[in-house]
Structure formats: structure tokens, C-alpha cells
């Protein structure tokens, strides 16, 4: 048969059955079969396994339509990509890199091009797919192909590798200066953002944690915090300030908002890296203040849902308490409860009855029924903890409250009226010492 002259390739054209002198025959397990006419010189100048079953050494050669015959055996999903990296071996190595349509439509490709050896199609592919974003269900698709393609398409899974822990602690010290500033309204969903995944490279789910505990991490998250607590007592005095002479504009309620929402937020990275002790000590010492700027303000939507976020962080700040998690003198979780459980059983039926205009008033008022039982058995460890005189007097005042259904000290008393009936009994041996 004639030949193309100085053998170009580009001179035949793929599945042309006047010039082709091979019958590349493609076969599924399913019966499907598929003549396709093509050229040897193209086939064994780009694909190893042709080059083997069309050189003389090959065992056998079969014959078919007067041509010599390959046949390739295939999967039905693989089918397609058969035939399209046959029509590839026709482009120009220099247009290769334009062919490519989709990351799971060039897997398909590479995965072919990979057992029929074809060096050319699976560099360009390989760049193709390095290059390229990919949505999670290809990335998916790509973690589960490219093991079985072996070492040659390992390069593309760069972008998934793991860095080493002084990269990551670098971008965890930048991310937590940013999550704790106080950037413009405009910068609000990149801060929330930072935070989120703060949080989820502490977490411990089903992957181990992507960052460990170390002192230099500790050290930068507490600086942060303790930068962040001294902006907050610098807004808090200064509401005070002008709710002492007029009434302080919903702005200053928002930026408030947003420091609560901070506070919560740190209370969440503390607890994981075990340094809420700084944390608990400054809301304690700040308390009192809160309390007073949130009662004096007016009942508006604003009011309430900073009296919400209020809630959210005394409830961590409690559970950290009730928990041992952070050990304090008896008289400031005495004061703490004191304090905080008026506030609670004040503020939650406000939250739950407050009218609002609008659907997103609504949203706003809605706080998670987990941190009103949160709160409620931080409460009752933080009382069962103090002393039974303590515990006495905070349990009658429950007793005389309107407000007795919330929060539900019943496990406090029952337990109270155990030790009490019992306590001269199980202090007996003691009674030398205790007098």
C-alpha cells in the first residue's frame, strides 16, 4: 500500500477504510463489536501495545477485510474512550492539548492511553488534568483512578498532598490573627470563614486533628484572644458611657454583636487547645458590666439578640466552670451563679416570646434548644459543687421564682436533699475535724 510521502501522518485520516491497512477490532464483554480502519505507521509510532502486535516478532497476526487485524478488549464504560484516543493518535502532538473536553472525559482517555501505551496522549492528558480545577465529585473520581494507573499520573495529585507541619502552622498563625481582628463589615464572611476552618483543623472527627498542640500555637492563640478581649472592654465601657446619656445606636449593637459572636467563637479554639482559663477570667471580671449594658437598653430586636449571643458565650464560659475544665475560687462561681442564672431565666422567655417584624428578625431570635440545656446543666454542676449552705440559698430563691421552669434545678435539689439528710451519717467520722 501506498504511503503518505516523507510518512506524514497527517496525511490519513482515522477510520478511512481505502487508505487504512489495519483493522484495529474493539470488543465488550457484552458482544459489542466495532471495526475501526487504521493506518500501522500511526499506530506503531504511538502506542506501544500496537507497535508489539504489529512487529514480526508478535506470535500471531490475524487477518481481517485483507488487513492485518488488533483487536483491543475493553469495558463497556470504556468503550467510547477507545475510540476517541485512536482519533487522538491522528491529531498533530503539537494540538493534543487542545482536544481536551472535562476532567472525567480525560480520565476515561488517560486511563485508555495508559494500557495501550501511548506516551504522547498521556503527558498531555496528565498536564490537562494538573491544570485544571475539579469539582468534588471528579476530585473523587480522580483519587479512585489514578491508583490504578499507576506512578506515571502521580503528578497529578499534587494539589492533594499533604504539607508539613511548619507550613501548616504558619497559615494557622496568620488565619487566627485575622479571625480574631475586627476588619470592615465588608471583610465579615472572610473572617467567618477563617474561623470555620480554624475550627475544622483542631477538630477531631474521623481524621486526626491537621494541626497538634504545641506551645508556640498556644502562645499566638492566647495573644490573639487577650487582643481581641481588651477591644471588647474598650466597646464595653464606651456603651456604657452613652447609655449612661442617651441611647446607644443600633450600630454600636451590631459591632457588639460581633464581638459576642467573636468571644463565642474563641471559646470554641480555647476549649480544643485547653487555654480557656484566660477567657473564663475576663468574662467574670467583665460580667457585671454586661449585664448592666444589656438590662438598661431598650427591648428592640437588637437588644435581644445581643442578650442571645450574651448567652451563648456565659454558657460556655459556665460549662468550662461546671466542668473542672477551669478551677475558680468558690466565691466567683458563688457570684457567677448568682449573676448568670437571674439573667437566664430572665432573658429566655423574652427570647422565646419576642414578636418580630420579618422572617430574618425571626432567624436572629432563634437560638439552638442544646445551648438552653447546656446552660441549664452547667448551672446545676457549678451549684451541686458549692457549699450546702450556698446550695440552700439558691435553691429556695428557685423555689419562690416565677421563672422555676427555666432553668430546672430539680437534679440540684434532689441531690441537695440526699446529701442533707444523710450528710451526719457519712460525716460522722469526721465530726472531730469538721467542728
Not at 490504578?148 to 507541619?165: C, E, F, K, W
Not at 467573636?262 to 471559646?267: G, I, Q, R, V, Y
Request: hydrophobic share 45%; proline share 5%; net charge negative.
Amino acid at each position: 500500500m501506498e504511503k503518505p510521502e516523507n510518512g506524514l501522518a497527517s496525511s490519513f485520516k482515522f477510520n478511512d477504510r481505502p487508505t487504512s491497512d489495519v483493522v484495529v477490532r474493539l470488543r465488550t464483554p457484552e458482544a459489542r463489536d466495532e471495526w475501526l480502519y487504521c493506518h500501522s505507521s500511526i499506530l506503531v509510532k504511538k502506542s506501544k501495545y500496537f507497535a508489539d502486535r504489529l512487529s514480526d516478532t508478535w506470535p500471531t497476526c490475524q487477518i481481517l477485510d485483507a488487513r492485518s487485524c488488533v483487536e483491543v478488549h475493553c469495558q463497556e464504560s470504556d468503550f467510547d474512550y477507545n475510540i476517541t484516543l485512536l482519533r487522538l493518535l491522528y491529531v498533530p502532538d503539537s494540538l493534543i492539548s487542545e482536544s481536551w473536553h472535562g476532567v472525567r472525559n480525560t480520565l476515561g482517555i488517560l486511563r485508555v492511553a495508559v494500557e495501550l501505551g501511548c506516551p504522547q496522549i498521556i503527558t498531555s492528558s496528565v498536564e490537562y488534568l494538573e491544570a485544571v480545577p475539579w469539582e468534588e465529585a471528579e476530585e473523587e473520581e480522580i483519587l479512585h483512578t489514578i491508583p490504578v494507573i499507576g506512578p506515571t499520573a502521580n503528578s497529578i495529585l499534587a494539589r492533594l498532598q499533604p504539607v508539613d507541619q511548619g507550613a501548616i502552622l504558619r497559615i494557622f498563625m496568620s488565619a487566627i490573627r485575622f479571625a480574631t481582628s475586627s476588619p470592615p463589615s465588608s471583610l465579615k464572611d472572610l473572617k467567618t470563614s477563617a474561623q470555620e476552618q480554624l475550627e475544622y483543623m483542631l477538630a477531631e472527627d474521623d481524621d486526626a486533628p491537621l494541626l497538634t498542640s504545641c506551645d508556640e500555637l498556644k502562645l499566638e492563640v492566647r495573644d490573639c484572644i487577650k487582643r481581641l478581649l481588651l477591644r471588647f472592654s474598650v466597646l464595653l465601657e464606651s456603651l456604657l458611657n452613652e447609655l449612661e446619656a442617651t441611647v446607644v445606636a443600633a450600630e454600636k449593637f451590631e459591632l457588639l454583636q460581633s464581638y459576642l459572636s467573636d468571644l463565642s467563637w474563641a471559646c470554641q479554639i480555647s476549649a480544643k487547645l485547653e487555654i480557656m482559663r484566660d477567657l473564663v477570667i475576663f468574662w467574670l471580671e467583665v460580667s457585671d458590666m454586661i449585664v448592666k449594658l444589656v438590662v438598661k437598653a431598650s427591648l428592640e430586636v437588637e437588644t435581644l439578640e445581643t442578650k442571645m449571643k450574651v448567652i451563648e458565650v456565659a454558657t460556655k464560659v459556665l460549662e468550662a466552670v461546671g466542668y473542672g475544665n477551669v478551677i475558680l475560687p468558690t466565691a466567683k462561681r458563688l457570684h457567677m451563679v448568682k449573676l448568670w442564672l437571674p439573667f437566664a431565666r430572665v432573658t429566655k422567655p423574652l427570647i422565646d416570646t419576642a414578636p418580630s417584624d420579618t422572617e430574618e428578625d425571626n432567624l436572629k431570635l432563634k437560638i439552638d434548644c442544646e445551648v438552653w440545656q447546656t446552660l441549664e446543666s452547667a448551672f446545676v454542676s457549678v451549684i451541686l459543687a458549692l457549699p450546702s449552705r450556698d446550695q440552700a440559698e439558691i435553691l429556695t430563691e428557685w423555689l419562690d421564682n416565677q421563672h422555676i421552669q427555666y432553668p430546672d434545678l430539680t437534679e440540684a435539689f434532689e441531690v441537695w436533699c440526699y446529701r442533707s439528710k444523710v450528710a451526719k451519717k457519712r460525716l460522722a467520722p469526721f465530726a472531730a475535724s469538721l467542728s
